[in-house]
């Protein structure tokens, strides 16, 4: 049947699949399927830079127009992953260069990104659009001049979070006089000043932008006269709002945010006087995302802010709300759907604001559709998990931070097992979990016998035996990420779920108890996995095969051994030989 | 086969024996027959770790690295925190290190001390140098200021130094020769001590 209809036909009904999933389906029903599928996918996403190659890439998709590639391990986040690890771009750069001239979108994260990369960007691909770059390293702003001087057609430049060597603010002045295409500008990562004209000139032209996130050094005189060049804004972030307040700054900034009516996300505020925020009452109404979390004021100021926000969906924001404004927030809005508190003093051993687990509690009462936690706290009860588990049985992602490691249920001294069971049970369509605290084996038998769509699981100073990590890896069906950290886990439970694997995308093991010798034959029966391990003391043959090994990085690949490993990385090989690149 | 597995696992830590008749168990298959690997890692001569000889405690919180799990563009903004990285001659790694909550250089001898456990500090009439007891390697400490020179730890005041440094590098002394604002006339650096 499939047959009688022409490619061209099917390659119109292909085209309107945009799911990876589906493609992929698509493409396994017969070689013809497959065959015209891969000459229309457009989009590609890349979980593991070092998973495939981009020739290989390359040769099953030849028409791309969108790559979206990361690097890194999830926890170089916290400087685990050493310096110079790997997750260079260049090599895919330099390669879609030659075979995909018609490239518009690249967007990678945890990447390491040259200079270079950005000017061999910039030269190669006539129509580029969309650069975003989530926690990369390695440019500077003179990379992002390249950008700026040569992309004529680009929409969106976002460098959210990366780490960029700032040299100067010159390199905004490089976008040409006649370009006026940017839909989406995210600069908020950077330290110098730019041109405060160049800026504006450059708002003034581009009448389809929608995203402008400023940097710190912006200073809140000056946002007035940005925004009133741009009152079709929809996300804004504004830099410091430090300045001492002044009444004409002060109703300058409400008259320029009255002008926006298309205001739906805001951030920024860095260091920000309080009496500033009365400025952004008229927006408020229809604010759906507002990231408050370098906004170091003070509970009341927050919940003024915040009782004016009816839509809000999405608050991002420091502990200083503390239970009380969680309290408020919980009553105020109703749609909320992520909420995520970071600690303002996270190495003070003491509380230095009245956040408790009741403020956690509270929301999980009040809003109905929240489905994504970041908590960051300092105690924590299985009471309280248990009530948010019953409150919230739609949650998707639960990252609870408690931040003494191994505490305990802080009311009966007792492990937060039971606590972290209830929430696996309850909430059966768990995609994300952090856990952390006190934490035996028993919470591992919980998660592997619950927690059956969960994708990725990070454990730290958690269980007691190989008996926890087992029960995860042969329990939990749909896990495709695992990273631990300083957990009595060991070979028997790894080399008992090797199989399992090569199912996942990554396995990250630091500080653990896994032995070289089982890191070899892990290597040795796995030909499909890349098993990587990463040590500062040198060749790992130069210790007995029992030594533990710092680091385990366990991924599936189809691209074989990596060829840049720095000389801290040892891949553990087929031959049961320690392969150097 | 999982259950057989977890029986096998549960029993041994009840009973305290580490078992090591554990085959490897990928399902459905019959295992590759490589030579010299018969049957699994049941005879490849493995000393499981033992648990009773764990690794210690974790240190306290504030000298954990990478917790809590905040990424460092929070850190360095929120708090009064200036975290630099610290690099030594020789080593792969780098490590970082927050300047604010040392206060005086010989805390700062101290944490890379610290950070870098093959290191010992080693004092010299007034000289601040690290060194290396399996090697004999002498390390003296050394920042990028904010105008990008190098220059040698301990000549301006420790608030001056924490405003103006950009990164710390442990070098090893005969690099370090010519660096900063030594001045020939001064009798404590270039004096060859050994320690």
């Known amino acids: 049947m499939v047959y009688s209809f022409p490619e061209e036909v099917l390659e119109y009904v292909f085209a309107f699949l945009s799911s990876d999933k589906d493609r992929n389906a698509v493409s396994l029903v017969c070689k013809s399927w497959y065959e015209i599928e891969r000459w229309c996918r457009r989009r590609v996403f890349i979980g593991n830079c070092y998973a495939v190659s981009p020739q290989i890439m390359i040769r099953r998709f030849p028409e791309v127009r969108a790559v979206k590639i990361k690097g890194k391990p999830h926890f170089a986040d916290f400087n685990l992953v050493p310096e110079r690890w790997g997750a260079y771009v260049y090599p895919w750069i330099s390669a879609m260069a030659r075979s995909y001239p018609w490239l518009e979108e690249i967007k990678l994260k945890r990447m390491v990104v040259t200079d270079e990369s950005l000017e ?206 969680l309290k408020a927030l919980s009553s105020y809005c109703k749609d909320l759907q992520e ?105 591992f038998e919980y998660i592997g016998t619950h927690a059956k769509k969960l994708e990725m699981l990070s454990l730290a100073f958690a269980g007691d035996s190989d008996l926890g990590l087992h029960h995860v890896l042969s329990g939990c069906e749909s896990l495709r990420k695992l990273e631990i950290r300083d957990c009595p886990f060991g070979d028997r439970a790894l080399l008992a779920n090797a199989a399992k694997l090569e199912t996942m995308r990554s396995l990250w093991m630091s500080s653990c108890s896994v032995s070289y010798g089982a890191c070899k034959l892990l290597g040795q029966k796995m030909p499909n996995l890349n098993v990587e391990v990463i040590d500062e003391r040198g060749p790992p043959d130069s210790r007995p095969e029992s030594i533990s090994v710092e680091k385990l990085y366990v991924y599936r690949t189809v691209a074989g051994p990596r060829a840049d490993k720095p000389d801290f990385v040892w891949t553990m090989d087929e031959d049961g030989a320690l392969r150097f690149s | 086969m999982s259950s057989e597995i977890t029986k096998e696992l549960l029993e041994s830590e009840t009973s305290g024996v580490l078992k090591t008749e554990l085959t490897l168990g990928l399902p459905g298959d019959s295992l590759v027959q490589k030579s010299g690997i018969k049957r699994g890692f049941s005879d490849v001569d493995l000393k499981l770790a033992n648990y009773d000889q764990a690794e210690s405690q974790p240190p306290p919180q504030a000298q954990v690295v990478g917790w809590p799990p905040v990424r460092s563009y929070r850190k360095n903004l929120i708090k009064n925190c200036k975290y630099v990285k610290v690099g030594v001659d020789g080593a792969p790694y780098l490590r970082k290190i927050d300047l604010e909550i040392l206060s ?92």
């Not at chain 1, 960029?164 to 040409?176: I, M, R, T």
């Not at chain 1, 509270?362 to 409150?391: D, E």
């Not at chain 2, 001045?183 to 001590?193: L, M, Q, W």
Request: charged residues 20%.
């Open chain 1, 120 to 325: 061999l960007i910039s030269k190669s691909f006539k129509n580029f659009k969309v650069l975003s770059l989530s926690s990369c390293e390695g440019f500077t702003t003179d990379g992002l001049s390249s950008i700026a001087a040569n992309c004529r057609n680009l929409r969106e430049l976002d460098l959210r979070e990366s780490e960029v060597e700032d040299l100067s603010g010159h390199w905004l002045s490089h976008f040409p006089d006649n370009f006026t295409s940017l839909v989406s500008l995210n600069m908020s990562c950077l330290g110098s000043e730019v041109s405060f004209s160049a800026l504006e000139r450059l708002i003034s032209r581009c009448p389809n932008l929608k995203t402008l996130r400023l940097n710190r050094a912006v200073p809140v005189e000056k946002l007035a006269s940005l925004l009133r060049r741009a009152p079709q804004l929809v996300e804004f972030g504004t830099g410091a709002c430090s300045t001492e307040i002044r009444t004409d700054i002060f109703s300058n900034l409400v008259e320029a945010f009255s002008g926006c009516k298309h205001l739906e996300s805001l951030s920024g505020f860095w260091d920000v006087v309080p009496a500033y925020l009365p400025a952004m009452y008229c927006v408020c109404s229809r604010i759906t995302k507002l990231n408050l979390s370098y906004a170091t004021v003070q509970s009341p100021d927050l919940v003024e802010l915040i009782s004016q926000c009816s839509n809000l969906k999405c608050l991002w924001v420091l502990d200083y709300i503390e239970d009380a404004g």
């Open chain 1, 339 to 443: 909420l995520r508190v970071f600690p303002s003093d996270p190495y003070s051993a003491e509380p230095n604001v009245s956040l408790t687990e009741q403020g956690l509690v509270t929301v999980s009462a009040g809003c109905p559709k929240l489905q994504s936690v970041l908590y960051f706290c300092r105690q924590m009860s299985n009471a309280a998990l248990i009530a948010i588990a019953r409150n919230r049985p739609n949650l998707l992602r639960f990252r609870l931070c408690i931040i003494e490691p191994q505490a305990p249920d802080y009311l009966t001294l007792e492990p937060l097992d039971t606590g972290f069971g209830a929430i696996v049970e309850h909430c059966k369509e768990l995609r994300r979990l952090s856990l952390s605290g006190l934490l035996t084996d028993r919470v």
């Open chain 2, 104 to 195: 005086s250089y010989q805390d700062l001898l101290t944490a890379m001390g610290d950070m870098f456990t093959c290191l010992t500090i080693c004092h010299v009439l007034n000289e601040r140098k690290l060194m290396d007891s399996a090697n004999g390697e002498e390390y003296v400490p050394t920042y990028e200021d904010k105008d990008g020179d190098w220059m040698l730890v301990g000549d301006v005041p420790w608030k001056m130094f924490v405003e103006s440094c950009k990164r710390l590098r442990l070098m090893t002394s005969s690099e370090a020769i010519g660096l900063g604002a030594a001045a020939p006339s001064t009798p404590s650096k270039g004096s060859s001590t050994s320690c």
